[in-house]
């Protein structure tokens, strides 16, 4: 009897580490390592096409005009189209900077001695 | 003090073709605008000068928000663009995307001082409330069309039309050639959702020039065959024409809509269907150097079908080929600042509202710009005479003094193209790059609407650009639009691009005069030679029992000249078939001047060394004239004339063969090597001329070595010739090699 129930308290306390041990893997958040992150990217080109979304507001929130939920307020495309694609990669692109942030060179920025940056500010007719 | 165009109305007026994003989302220091705004701890006061600002000056951010980057705007088949216009125009910033994309409609403008409401259309949602969006990851042309329609015809002249463009005609899409993301080939912009779009390289656009040329060119479909594209040959054209001259200049020889030449913002414009009123500051004219109602043209005709008018594009040098290019003639007020580059400007809003006022009320308003007048009786006025010129500065300086702007160290001055003035008869250049007509007159390259193959230049032979009427280098082009009395003053196309008159004639000579003229001449001597035989057959030498051979020329002669015979014939073959545009392809072409090339370098060196070693026999002696006045005896006379070695026509023959031989060498190598155009314009026209003469001579020199001389060849090919023919056609030789015997 007596090495009957110490082998139950080894067994209960086995049980009980590997569940504590356990936890750490259950409580894990996504992380953003590049493996997680080339993964999502190789699901998202999986899928090929956008799935159904929801759209949503300015600040993150669900607009769901079905159920009148956030219905009044206009979407926003960053928050929404950004949930799943580079925002600030995408908005890199000169179609939207147009020269923002931009060195200008040294005769650009004598010939036109009112422009910042060498985008369609001005400058040339 | 005031800002004439803050970040909030670049956002209003330009945003309806910007995508949003950038500058209509982020102020310069990185902050959201309308969470900026709207923050208690930044004082930003709505419509208020907050600091001068550009970027909140005036501006009413909290309640319109910003413009994000419109993803559907490009990748949504049928996205309403202009309910999207309607409201960035009523200020309602963030709610253009929602209506832009038909998932509900707003009432209500910001601009109004209303709050605008926003309802959705249930239809475009499911059940569960989510949408399901067609979205198109390679955005279709209709999509790029919303903004680089309208704006691409202006001074691109791009009309974008299955009526203009052999490739939208073939079904092609912008984003076949303007490639992005993972699609595209150069490494530079390609990655996954990189949106830098593959551009070209345009003069007149400066922003992320490290990203020009990232689009395909046109070799990589049409050497390649991408996209089932018709893999060029270019028949009968020789290579260098494709490292000197743009696709686009043959491939666009014509322009089927206009594209302003000049954008004159000196004077008023009262054409109607102007709008805003503040774009009557600007006067266009079109290609013809005519006025041009631009803006009335655009609001009158359906999208994508801008009437139609035909012009030659004027070619120029960039980047070291020649394009079609649009180059904008600019007429302006500027500020210049003393001690400083560059020429500033006064508020357009301020020169408009000066000739608001004078229209309003000519006599009391600024009477002075009632002296600027239609000189040339064309519908426009223009500024161009001293008097015009001084009574617009006088205008301009007394509305900045009504303002109360300080001139304080600038003056007020009148650009004309690339020059300016105070008072207009003292003109200061301004730096200019050579294919602008001003710093600040935009250049563009043709790079759209090109026409089907067999409608390129050169499709109808050389002379489409080298002959004396091509527009290629003759046409007429403005070199100004006014001269001071209101006449336009007009150059050749060839003087912009650096050609005279004098080496373009030798061109058109080369090609108008020289071909025709070396076909028939070869066709001539060839029938005059047989004439020769039949009329006065060869000269034979009478042969005699103890004929005996007598050693003419030796082993290294004979070699140097089988060398030289083989190389003349490879270099007339090689060298006729270029210059006679024989229908092979580029690559062949090149592969026969590499070979005409190193052969020629090797032939000057094989007439050099034949010279060198028939020097003493050249050299002329009395009796050679004897020899001449008779004409070698070819023509009818039949006794015995002197001659050493070489009779007096052998003689001149190699004379003139290493004189040409020279040319052709130095013109050969000017042509390879000099960075001239003009030089080697003259250089290819005296390459031909000399090559011709010198082939006929040669084809002379065979027939009297052969036909007209029996016995001839012996000496060349086995180097000895027999005693009677010695005696016959070389008495001093003869005698002095027998004396040596």
């Known amino acids: 009897m007596k090495t009957y129930d110490r082998l139950n308290r080894i067994l209960i306390l086995l049980v009980i580490l590997s569940f504590v041990m356990a936890i750490p893997a259950f409580a894990q958040t996504p992380s953003s390592d590049p493996d997680e992150k080339a993964y999502e990217e190789a699901k998202q080109d999986a899928m090929g096409i956008c799935p159904p979304i929801f759209l949503r507001d300015e600040n993150g929130n669900t607009i769901n005009p079905v159920s009148r939920v956030n219905a009044d307020v206009p979407y926003s495309p960053k928050q929404t189209c950004g949930k799943c694609h580079d925002y600030d990669k995408i908005t890199q692109g000169y179609h939207f900077n147009q020269g923002k942030g931009e060195k200008m060179t040294k005769n650009f920025a004598q010939t036109y001695p009112w422009c910042t940056s060498p985008g369609q500010y001005g400058g040339r007719w | ?741």
Not at chain 2, 162 to 175: N, S
Not at chain 2, 291 to 315: A, H, K, M
Not at chain 2, 396 to 418: A, I, P
Not at chain 2, 604 to 610: A, D, E, G, K
């Open chain 2, 1 to 741: 003090m005031e800002i004439d165009f803050t970040s909030f109305i670049f956002t209003y007026k330009c945003g309806v073709c910007h995508p949003g994003g950038g500058a209509a989302e982020y102020d310069r220091n990185g902050n959201r605008y309308d969470r900026f705004a709207a923050d208690p701890k930044n004082g930003i006061i709505p419509g208020g000068e907050n600091n001068f600002d550009g970027d909140y000056f005036k501006s009413n951010w909290a309640e319109s928000g910003v413009v994000e980057a419109d993803c559907l705007i490009c990748h949504l088949k049928d996205y309403n663009n202009q309910k999207r216009k309607e409201q960035i125009q009523s200020f309602n910033f963030r709610w253009a995307a929602t209506v832009g994309a038909g998932f509900g409609e707003v009432e209500g403008s910001v601009g109004q001082g209303e709050k605008p409401k926003v309802t959705y259309d249930l239809s475009v949602f499911q059940k569960d409330g989510k949408v399901v969006l067609p979205v198109i990851k390679e955005v279709l042309n209709e999509n790029c069309l919303f903004c680089h329609r309208e704006s691409d015809w202006k001074k691109r002249g791009s009309s974008y039309n299955y009526r203009t463009d052999v490739h939208i005609r073939a079904g092609l899409r912008c984003v076949d050639c303007h490639l992005t993301g993972r699609n595209a080939e150069d490494p530079r912009i390609r990655g996954r959702e990189e949106h830098q779009i593959g551009k070209g390289d345009d003069p007149g656009n400066f922003v992320r020039d490290d990203l020009d040329n990232t689009m395909r060119r046109c070799e990589d479909c049409h050497l390649n065959g991408v996209l089932n594209a018709p893999v060029i040959k270019h028949q009968d054209l020789p290579p260098e024409h494709l490292t000197k001259i743009a696709c686009q200049a043959c491939h666009i020889p014509w322009r089927q809509v206009k594209a302003a030449l000049v954008q004159d913002a000196s004077v008023f414009n009262t054409s109607p269907r102007i709008k805003p009123p503040s774009k009557r500051i600007w006067s266009f004219y079109g290609p013809d150097i005519r006025p041009w109602n631009y803006y009335g043209d655009s609001l009158s005709y359906p999208e994508g079908l801008q009437p139609s008018f035909q012009f030659r594009p004027v070619l120029g040098w960039y980047k070291g080929k020649i394009n079609p290019l649009n180059r904008v003639y600019t007429l302006w007020v500027g500020i210049k600042t003393k001690g400083e580059k560059g020429v500033s400007q006064p508020y357009m809003k301020d020169i408009f509202m000066m000739w608001n006022k004078h229209m309003a009320d000519p006599d009391n308003n600024f009477p002075q710009l009632k002296k600027i007048q239609d000189d040339n009786l064309d519908g426009f006025p223009e500024v161009d005479r001293t008097e015009e010129i001084n009574a617009l500065l006088a205008a301009v300086r007394l509305m900045l003094k009504q303002k109360e702007d300080t001139l304080e160290g600038k003056e007020v001055v009148f650009v004309d193209g690339d020059r300016f003035t105070v008072n207009g008869f003292e003109w200061e250049s301004i730096a200019k790059k050579p294919y602008e007509y001003s710093p600040y007159g935009s250049v563009f390259k043709f790079n759209h609407d090109i026409t089907p193959a067999k409608n390129a230049l050169g499709a109808g032979g050389c002379r489409d650009c080298h002959g004396s009427n091509s527009d290629f280098f003759f046409k007429e082009i403005m070199a100004k639009p006014f001269d001071g009395q209101g006449k336009t003053l007009i150059e050749k196309n060839a003087t912009f691009l650096g050609y005279s008159s004098f080496a373009l004639g030798f061109m058109t000579f080369q090609h108008e005069t020289l071909k025709p003229l070396m076909f028939w001449g070869f066709l001539v001597i060839f029938v005059l030679l047989i004439f020769h035989y039949v009329i006065f057959g060869p000269k034979r030498s009478e042969q005699s029992v103890d004929d005996i051979l007598l050693l003419r020329f030796g082993t290294w002669e004979r070699v140097i000249h089988y060398c030289l015979l083989v190389l003349f014939l490879v270099q007339s073959i090689t060298g006729l078939l270029t210059f006679f545009a024989i229908p092979f392809s580029s690559d062949t072409i090149e592969w026969l001047n590499t070979i005409h090339r190193y052969c020629g370098y090797l032939f000057l060196l094989n007439i050099l060394l034949v010279f060198s070693i028939w020097l003493k026999d050249v050299i002329f002696a009395k009796y050679d004239w004897e020899w001449i006045k008779k004409f070698g005896g070819y023509f009818g006379y039949c006794d015995q004339l002197p001659s050493a070695r070489f009779n007096a026509g052998q003689k001149v023959f190699l004379w003139v063969a290493l004189f040409f031989a020279i040319i052709l060498g130095g013109t050969g190598l000017t042509i390879i090597y000099s960075e001239d155009s003009n030089l080697i314009l003259i250089a290819y026209c005296l390459h031909g001329v000399v090559a011709f003469i010198f082939i006929l001579a040669v084809m002379v020199h065979i027939y009297l070595s052969t036909l007209a001389n029996p016995g001839t060849l012996m000496g060349i090919f086995e180097g000895k010739v027999s005693r009677s023919w010695a005696k016959k056609h070389h008495p001093v030789w003869e005698a002095i090699n027998i004396e040596k015997k």
